[in-house]
């Protein structure tokens, strides 16, 4: 079946440092992407999307980068703060006409001080 | 998060025993949602709503049942719980199936564990 996964399963890095956090997908007829940040208890929360006709997407202190040749998703965090600590995963949503959203397993950010 | 309230947090319950996991939203969402996240998979989906009174299976229900009465609630049954049924439920909820620009509501989850 579909799929999204992620390379790594625990990424530490320096306080200030940046962040990048990989994702493959292997569905071509994706047509956008979501990045999620899970914090310890809660739920997973937006963080940003990309549309299948993009290369990139920036945010407040994050962007993604979207390869669609390999099927591959990255998402970089500038200057990272200890808030970034969460596990961040991609997940291809569902295609029209169905329901099946395709979450990753995720990786752990843990931010050193 | 707020407009998204599950209940409650934690639960223990005994293997056979019938457990309900609570669901409320306050955005009337027409869509929701219950996944289930172990380890080593991602979110799962259990079952979904379109609307009041319209419920499908996900990927995995089995062992589950779930209804939905009033557009704000979406309960989920485990009618006779088993040990593999250990897990974090997360609820959803969702203007639409495609989001774009904000993806699912998720609520903080219940983490309930068959002894």
């Known amino acids: 079946g579909e799929s999204v996964g992620l390379h790594l399963p625990t990424l530490s890095v320096q306080e200030g440092d940046n962040s990048i956090i990989n994702c493959a997908y292997s569905n071509s007829a994706s047509d956008y992407f979501i990045w999620y940040k899970q914090e310890s208890g809660k739920g997973p929360q937006f963080i940003i999307d990309?549309?299948?006709?993009?290369d990139k997407r920036q945010g407040q202190r994050v962007t993604v980068l979207l390869n669609k040749t390999v099927k591959h998703l990255s998402l970089q965090i500038a200057a990272t703060q200890p808030g970034d600590s969460a596990v961040y995963f991609c997940a291809d949503p569902p295609l029209a006409g169905t329901y099946k959203y395709i979450f990753g397993t995720g990786t752990r950010l843990k931010v050193l001080a | 998060d707020a407009g998204i309230t599950q209940s409650p947090r934690y639960k223990i319950t005994e293997t056979g025993r019938q457990v309900t996991l609570m669901c409320h939203q306050t955005?009337?969402?027409?869509?929701m949602f219950w996944y289930r996240q172990d380890l080593g998979h991602g979110l799962r989906l259990i079952y979904y709503s379109a609307a009041a009174d319209i419920t499908d299976k996900g990927e995995v229900p089995d062992g589950y049942v779930v209804s939905r009465s009033k557009t704000e609630n979406f309960p989920l049954t485990l009618e006779s719980a088993t040990r593999s049924q250990t897990s974090v439920y997360f609820c959803?909820?969702?203007?639409?199936?495609?989001?774009?620009?904000?993806?699912?509501?998720f609520g903080s989850g219940t983490r309930l564990t068959v002894v």
């Open positions: 959803a909820s969702s203007l639409r199936v495609r989001t774009g620009g904000y993806g699912y509501t």
């Open positions: 990309i549309r299948s006709n993009m």
């Open positions: 955005w009337s969402h027409s869509y």
